[in-house]
């Protein structure tokens, strides 16, 4: 009976503290992440209900049949009938889940980008996030690692012989136009890196030795905190930037305040 | 099969204290010294991550002591960052190679494997006795690693490559502490693949007569099926180890690509993939778990049929369900790596194959409770860590269907929601496995019953604790929470988790200290235990009808005939409510 208790008590406060949403995730601000949540949400449905069957059975299961003078316990080897169906029921819970919620995972990734879409470079490095604009002319100028210097202030390497690299913008943190769709071009100089914004619901790894796209379109003005989410050594811990969502006239004006900075 | 039996016999009973209880043939004496391996591990994996939790719930602590020992990593006692993340690494590592792979297969399965199938050692004893010493070899080397210059790596028990592959400029720990890391590890796979050939010929070759694959205890298709595994991916991770080390020292570059600029300083390498590395890392990672999970299923399964008093429900179920997942599990490495930038359109097929796996885990659970329908459930302490693996695999496991699915794996991936995920499952379900494994076959390997009321009390402080340590877990994840932060100050976002964390460590701390508790019943009952009987649970395999603790060649020259399943509990007709395997008769079996 002690054990019975004490699993559904476990069973009844995890529940209660999930469903209290005393942690939960922030508030969303970007259009895939309606149906990030609703996948998210549909998945904790799924997986809560059976972990309150699974916790529930096994408790009254220890109840029913603990060892009591005069019972002696069932001599059977299985029923093969049951197998195959909690085998096909398993099966087909699982993949009904599943299956549909790759559509969210397509619409973020295997589609190509739109014609207006705002690309935007972001480079990582220890431990810091290099935001990069192409300016007026739209062109990201050429980056030659061997020119990288920190302390010069040239922390891409940037080219200055390449006229495209003349008005680049290269800042520390960003800002994009609400309802936009925005292409983030991942990179980095050292380790690996990932960019994580938790209202966007957005992260993605940013690989030395690549140009990662990560595709995204805000809906919420507001100001939210980048991440690193992929140990980068001992400073991963402060890896910080912000990104703020700006209407159209604010985005143009950001734009020209840091250029002129 | 008996003929391979008695064309084995090779080696004699040892004299002298070196032959028998340190370079020692003998399967038992082995099996208990992984055993031992892997006790010293956990306490050592344990007093880390009292480290760890200490730092991330009051950071700043002084620990004097620390600074004693650790001048460079913790000055005046208080833990660095590179510090906090060099203590973590070395949990990952010394939990997940040297405790959960090392205790359930190597400990219980070298112990009992020969002994279930009835023959008198491994297939190849010398090759035995040589995995254990190059496990301990490796052991040696990793524990190094802590106390050389620049301490312990940095880069987590993944050591994902450029961070691994560039040496002390990306970090601290990162020198000679890395290498001796990797080293250690290609060691352990060394040590590993020999296990697991003596395994897999084992069982194959030396069954008794009568004892088919099909009457074999489920503890022995797991350790075999585990071998498989075992086989498969630890010869991955070498060579990954052996390349990453020539990344390192022979200016090679397999994981390091051109124009990389560390710390402003342009790096001669060009041509490499970082990942590369994370695919051979991850398929053999990702068997890994089930090398860690499937022997504590195995013995959840044996330990529930003999309390029970009950046949294990769907036995050939169970071995398909075995099979299944060490199949599946070669073809689901890819679900670590939906955010490494592989081609989006792998992500699916391999959320497809994950979800797959999960099928063949959830056939395990339906019998498991199918065994106990109709069952007449004796509370030993052994049958609580099987009821508290069952619980826990469920719990473990269902997490999974969140992190399968790409999409919802953008948000929870590399947060505290994995940490909650994997520690449940591979981490303290498997623990579970080891523990329900250690009282039920402790009065068999040393002669002596461990304290029932202590081991319950033991059981009943872990049990909730680990809970009270995981559950909150998942809840950091849903807030966002992001794994390996050795400080937790910079983003205003985590200030408000930090309660969260102090409660988690104050659970830890409590669980943590239950194990004493252990370790003081382990070693009173090895010397003060009272006597163990042959057969004190009753029960049906043929580890329980040779002597306690049994001779050198386990049956004293005759060989067992073996003439049913394992699992015949309550068999009507029978004199008791347990046929032996090796009765010849039912109606008059006898223990």
């Known amino acids: ?261 | 099969m008996g003929e391979a039996v008695q064309a084995h016999s090779v080696h004699e009973a040892p004299a002298g204290f070196i032959r028998k209880y340190i370079f020692s043939y003998d399967h038992k004496v082995i099996g208990i010294q992984y055993y031992m391996l892997a006790l010293f591990s956990v306490f050592l994996g344990m007093t880390l991550s009292v480290l760890v939790r200490l730092n991330l719930a009051w950071p700043g602590t002084e620990v004097p002591i620390l600074g004693t020992i650790f001048p460079e990593g913790a000055p005046d006692g208080v833990m660095t960052p590179e510090f906090y993340l060099s203590m973590l690494t070395m949990h990952g590592t010394i939990m997940v190679f040297f405790v959960l792979t090392t205790a359930p297969q190597s400990g219980f399965g070298n112990y009992f494997l020969p002994i279930q199938i009835g023959a008198d050692d491994m297939a190849f004893p010398t090759l035995n006795m040589l995995s254990f010493w190059v496990t301990f070899l490796s052991l040696v080397v990793m524990v190094a690693a802590i106390f050389v210059q620049g301490g312990a790596p940095i880069s987590g028990w993944t050591a994902y490559p450029p961070l691994s592959a560039l040496g002390e400029i990306a970090g601290p720990g990162l020198g000679t502490g890395q290498s001796l890391w990797i080293l250690s590890v290609a060691i352990f796979c060394i040590a590993s693949l020999l296990g697991a050939i003596n395994f897999i010929v084992t069982t194959i070759d030396m069954r008794a007569e009568g004892m088919s694959m099909m009457r074999l205890p489920l503890t022995c298709w797991a350790w075999f099926v585990t071998a498989i595994l075992a086989l498969l991916a630890f010869g991955v991770l070498l060579a990954a180890g052996v390349l990453l080390l020539m990344d390192r020292h022979a200016g090679t570059s397999f994981f390091i690509p051109g124009g990389l600029v560390v710390s402003d300083k342009l790096i001669d390498h060009k041509g490499g993939s970082p990942l590369l590395w994370q695919h051979l890392f991850w398929f053999f990672g990702h068997p890994e778990v089930y090398i860690a999970i499937l022997p504590g299923m195995g013995a959840a399964s044996h330990i529930l049929s003999t309390f029970c008093r009950k046949p294990i429900f769907g036995y050939k179920a169970m071995v398909y369900a075995l099979m299944g997942i060490g199949f599946c599990s070669f073809l689901v490495w890819g679900h670590h790596m939906f955010m490494s930038g592989m081609s989006p359109y792998t992500a699916i097929v391999f959320s497809l194959t994950t979800t797959a796996v999960a099928v063949p885990s959830a056939i395990k659970t339906f019998n498991w409770l199918g065994t106990l329908w109709g069952a007449r459930i004796q509370f030993t302490t052994a049958m609580l860590w099987a009821l508290g693996f069952v619980s826990l695999f469920v719990t473990g496991g269902i997490s999974g269907l969140f992190l399968n699915q790409p999409a919802v794996d953008v948000y929870l991936h590399d947060t505290y929601f994995v940490v909650a995920h994997f520690h449940m499952i591979m981490g303290v379900a498997a623990i579970f496995g080891i523990f329900g494994g250690t009282y039920y076959w402790f009065p068999k390997m040393f002669g002596r019953m461990l304290n029932e009321t202590w081991g319950k009390i033991h059981f009943w402080i872990t049990f909730v604790g680990v809970y009270a340590i995981f559950m909150p877990m998942h809840f950091l994840g849903f807030a966002g929470h992001p794994r390996r932060y050795a400080e937790l100050t910079s983003f205003e976002f985590l200030e408000p988790l930090a309660a969260v964390q102090k409660y988690i460590s104050m659970f830890a701390f409590t669980t943590i200290a239950a194990q004493f508790i252990f370790l003081a019943i382990f070693f009173w009952a090895l010397f003060r235990g009272k006597k163990a009987d042959i057969n004190p649970w009753k029960a049906t395999t043929i580890e329980w009808s040779v002597p306690t603790p049994p001779p050198h060649d386990n049956f004293g020259g005759e060989f067992p005939v073996v003439h049913r399943g394992p699992y015949e509990y309550s068999v009507p007709g029978a004199a008791e409510d347990f046929v032996p395997q090796t009765a010849p008769d039912v109606a008059t079996a006898k223990s």
């Open chain 1, 1 to 261: 009976m002690f054990f019975a208790i004490i699993i559904w008590l476990i069973t009844l406060v995890s529940v209660v503290l999930t469903v209290g949403k005393y942690w939960w995730l922030p508030e969303l601000a970007s259009e895939h992440g309606v149906a990030l949540d609703r996948q998210f949400m549909l998945t904790l449905v799924v997986t809560g209900i059976i972990f309150v069957l699974a916790q529930v059975a096994l408790g009254y299961l220890v109840v029913r049949y603990k060892d009591r003078p005069g019972r002696t316990a069932d001599y059977s080897h299985g029923n093969d009938k049951l197998e195959v169906v909690w085998t096909l029921a398993t099966a087909v819970v699982f993949f009904a889940l599943v299956i549909p919620g790759q559509s969210i995972w397509a619409s973020l990734h295997l589609i190509p980008p739109t014609e207006d879409v705002v690309r935007i470079e972001v480079t990582g490095q220890q431990f810091s996030w290099n935001i990069r604009y192409p300016g007026a002319d739209g062109k990201f100028g050429q980056l030659k690692p061997e020119l990288t210097d920190d302390s010069g202030g040239n922390a891409l390497g940037l080219d200055p012989d390449d006229p495209a690299s003349s008005d680049d913008l290269v800042v520390p943190v960003m800002a994009v136009p609400v309802n936009r769709n925005i292409e983030l071009m991942l990179r980095s100089k050292d380790v690996t890196h990932a960019f994580f914004v938790r209202e966007l619901r957005i992260k993605q790894d940013a690989v030395p030795g690549m140009t990662i796209p990560l595709r995204f379109k805000p809906t919420k003005i507001g100001h939210y905190e980048v991440a690193c989410a992929e140990l980068c050594g001992l400073g991963h811990h402060k890896m910080r930037s912000t990104i703020q969502i700006l209407s159209d006239e604010d985005y143009a004006s950001w734009l020209k305040d840091q250029a002129e900075e």
